[in-house]
């Protein structure tokens, strides 16, 4: 059985109201944590690119990358869960894993299947809630890896109702 059924949370994944690239985070991360991650990403199978100043090279440690200097060029890790399927990671601070997902590539129940899989890989090996907000809107999740549930839960309704 799915975690969330589309016709419940397709709202949720509508770019007009949530935004085409709705934020994705777990707060009280570690350095551990991203590492725990970035290890995820290398023994999952899933596609990845590591990028540095917009230049492709190897996934260094999480210490390294948390090391970099306020006003070093930015860093993303593409990671693509499934073909077509898009989640890019920012690691900006050791305290919080943000990523990106772009809802345009998530249309139907297949997009949420995957959605979740991906949000409970990471939630799984972290042991941490991983939470979905519209795109600029923190503090006000619509979905998330629930830990204690062991699964992607409904957090809320979005305007324009469900």
Known sequence: ?????????????????????????????????????????????????????????????????????????TVDLRVWPAPDVLAVFRPWSADEIDFDVDLRELQDQAGVDILCGFLAAVGRRLGKQVVMTAEGDYGHPVLGFDPAADRVVAIRHVAGGL
């Open 1 to 73: 059985m799915p975690d969330l059924m589309w016709d419940d949370v397709r709202n949720f994944f509508d770019p007009d109201l949530m935004g085409a690239l709705p934020d994705v985070c777990v707060e009280g991360a570690t350095v551990e944590d991203w590492q725990a991650v970035f290890d995820l990403v290398r023994s999952s199978g899933w596609a990845w690119e590591y990028l540095e100043g917009g230049v492709a090279g190897p996934l260094p440690s999480a210490v390294e990358v948390l090391a970099r200097p306020a006003d070093a060029v």
